[in-house]
Nanobody
């Protein structure tokens, strides 16, 4: 069983920072892509950022110059450093990993709330 555990969410004031972590464990192998998605109440889940095994990154326009995605392959962990947070960043953030012959695995989500 593959297990993804996110951490680092919480309540922060506008302009503040948070660092999210997601560690994969269990029967996981051949990770190709790691990423973060988010879902606000009443809205569809949307991509925030991804990083490939070749360290190519992709960011949504609304987080460019503010968020940074990184990975630690030895620990099967992906991070999301979030700076200059805005109230509109409030959402549940989900870790996503593509592995095991391109299967998608999801974490349970971690709440990020940004107050104005």
């Amino acid at each position: 069983q593959v297990r993804l555990v996110e951490s680092g969410g919480g309540l922060v004031q506008a302009g503040g920072s948070l660092r999210l972590s997601c560690e994969a464990s269990g029967s996981i192998f051949s990770i190709t892509v790691m990423g973060w998605y988010r879902q606000a109440p009443g809205k569809q889940r949307e991509l925030v950022a991804t990083i490939t095994t070749g360290d190519s990154t992709n960011y949504a326009d609304f987080v460019k110059e503010r968020f940074t995605i990184s990975r630690d392959n030895a620990k099967n962990t992906v991070y999301l450093q979030m700076n200059s947070l805005k109230p509109e960043d409030t959402a549940v953030y989900y870790c996503n990993i593509r592995a095991n012959w391109d299967r998608n695995f999801w974490g349970q989500g971690t709440q990020v709330t940004v107050s104005s």
